[in-house]
Each structure stands twice: as C-alpha cells, then as structure tokens.
C-alpha cells in the first residue's frame, strides 16, 4: 500500500531564506508525485508534479521538487521565501496502475517571518 | 487549467437535517470525482469515490447510507449528508483528475456547521 510521509507539521522561516519542506513516500512501484498548495479556507492547487523523465521538477510560485528514487523522496523548495507562500502544503502520491486515487501526506504549514 | 467548483461554499444547519453539496467540472466531463473531508489542521481524508452512472466506492470506516453520494452526469456530482449531527461539522472537499498523471483539480471547499 502507498502511503505518504511528510517531516515537520510546522516549518518557520525568514522571508527570503530557504524553504525546504520534506516528503518521503512508500510505493512498491514509483507513483505519481505531487505537492499542492492550500490556503486558508480554500481548496488545494496544485504545485508541480513528476510523472516520468527529469527529476528535478520546476512548479508554480518559484517552487521545484527533486525526485529521489534511491532515497524514496520528494522534497519541495524555493530559494527565497516570500510572505505569500505562508500557507498549507500537502505532498501526494498516486498509483500509475490507474483508478485516480490518490493519498495525501498529513501537511506541512508554511511559517515566513519578515 | 481544468476547474471545478463546489456549491454551497459554507452552509449552517440544524441537527438532524440533511445538507446536499455540489461538485462540478465546469469545462471538462469527469466520469470520476472523490470526495474527501478535512478537519482542522489536519489532512485530507478520502471519504469515497464518485462513479458516473454507477455506485459510489466508499472508504473503510465511512457509512454509505450517512454520506449518500450521486454522480448523475459527467460534470456533476452531489454528497447528501443524511441526518447531520455536529460531528459532521467540517470542511467537504472535491476532487476531479484531469490533465493526465492523475492530476486532481479540487474544487473550494464546503464549509459545514451542524448546530
């Protein structure tokens, strides 16, 4: 069964420093891997996704993600943290074999101080 | 990008009424929908997935005749919560792939308050 695990409910950093938010994930088959983006009251967006080729994937708001086989991970950065990325963000895995399901990693909120 | 909306946005109702919300694909058709429940500060809960012209497909643990879901054309779908109790208080969410890879374009979100 997959299953997604996000380290650190809470991330705080400085605007302009790095982001670094880290998802690990437990597939017997590399899935499609997401992060999405939720802020208060609102529904999720999506970031960036890798589904096959370069595993370095570059998504909205400055955002990218590298895709780790050997270490099974999806970690998202951004360079500089902006005010506005304080929000929820959610990594996410999907079964290529097909049926669409696809299961959340428990969240990481997004801190960013001036 | 694809987009799905989600109707009412926040609804307030007695114990023991009923409460239907909408989700729909408004430029794409969607022959699959999921439905998923958040609670505060937590994560997205997968409650059951919607099947154009068929049954629902619900989640271990989440009663089918509580959350009565109907996928009645390719761009609707409706979660009827039956006989709401404040412990159905919370923040409905939906869901429709598209665009390939299994991507999910979520709709806004129904904010429910059961009194």
């Known amino acids: 069964a997959q299953s997604v695990t996000q380290l650190g409910s809470h991330v705080s950093v400085s605007e302009g420093a790095l982001v670094l938010l880290r998802c690990n994930y437990s597939s017997s088959v590399p899935p499609y891997l997401f992060w999405y983006v939720q802020y208060p009251n609102q529904g999720l967006q999506l970031l960036l996704k890798?589904?096959?080729?370069?595993?370095l994937v570059k998504g909205i708001n400055g955002f990218e993600a590298e895709f780790k086989k050997s270490e099974t991970s999806f970690h998202l950065t951004k360079p500089s943290a902006h005010m506005s990325d304080a929000a929820e963000y959610f990594c996410?895995?999907?079964?290529?074999?097909?049926?669409?399901?696809?299961?959340f990693g428990a969240g990481t909120r997004l801190f960013v101080k001036a | 990008g694809a987009v799905v909306s989600q109707h009412p946005s926040r609804v307030i109702c007695k114990s023991g009424t009923s409460v239907k919300i909408e989700c729909r694909s408004l430029d794409f058709q969607a022959t699959t929908m999921f439905w998923y429940r958040q609670f505060p500060k937590q994560s997205l809960m997968l409650m059951a997935t919607s099947n154009e012209g068929s049954k629902a497909t619900y989640e271990q643990g989440v009663e089918k005749d509580k959350f009565l879901i109907n996928h009645a054309s390719l761009t609707l779908s409706t979660l009827t919560v039956t006989s709401a109790h404040p412990e159905d208080s919370s923040f409905y969410i939906c869901?429709?792939?598209?665009?390939?890879?299994?991507?999910?374009?979520f709709g806004p979100g129904t904010r429910l308050t059961v009194l």
């Open positions: 996410a895995v999907s079964d290529r074999g097909g049926g669409f399901k696809t299961i």
């Open positions: 890798y589904t096959t080729g370069a595993t």
């Open positions: 869901s429709a792939p598209a665009g390939g890879a299994n991507e999910q374009f």
